[in-house]
Nanobody
Framework: QVQLVESGGGLVQAGGSLRLSCAAS????????MAWFRQAPGKEREFVAA????????YYADSVKGRFTISRDNAKNTVYLQMNSLKPEDTAVYYC????????????????WGQGTQVTVSS
């Protein structure tokens, strides 16, 4: 089992940047496929990005491709989401997710979730 804690959210102007972090507790972090999701008010939670166990492969939603970068540091048990060129439509609660059974890039089926961190982009 793994526990996830996100940090790094906040208020930023359109065009700005933020870096989210997700710290994982427990053993064998490197065996987990990791992902970021987001949920805007009144909308369903949606996939943002995912990264393979060894960080060799990354996957992105079309809406963030070219602006967001997911990465991980297995020595620090942490996954990151660098968000550049932020837009007001990126405003949402961002969640970190993990699962050891899924194939890399999976967009559903994650069993472990963090509590979320709020990102607000002003126009």
């Amino acid at each position: 089992q793994v526990q996830l804690v996100e940090s790094g959210g906040g208020l930023v102007q359109a065009g700005g940047s933020l870096r989210l972090s997700c710290a994982a507790s427990g053993r064998a972090f490197s065996s987990y496929v990791m992902a970021w999701f987001r949920q805007a008010p009144g909308k369903e939670r949606e996939f943002v990005a995912a990264i393979s166990r060894g960080a060799g492969m990354t996957y992105y939603a079309d809406s963030v491709k070219g602006r967001f970068t997911i990465s991980r540091d297995n020595a620090k048990n942490t996954v990151y989401l660098q968000m550049n060129s932020l837009k007001p439509e990126d405003t949402a609660v961002y969640y970190c997710a993990a699962d050891y059974r899924l194939t890399p890039g999976a967009r559903t089926g994650y069993n472990y979730w963090g509590q979320g961190t709020q990102v607000t982009v002003s126009s």
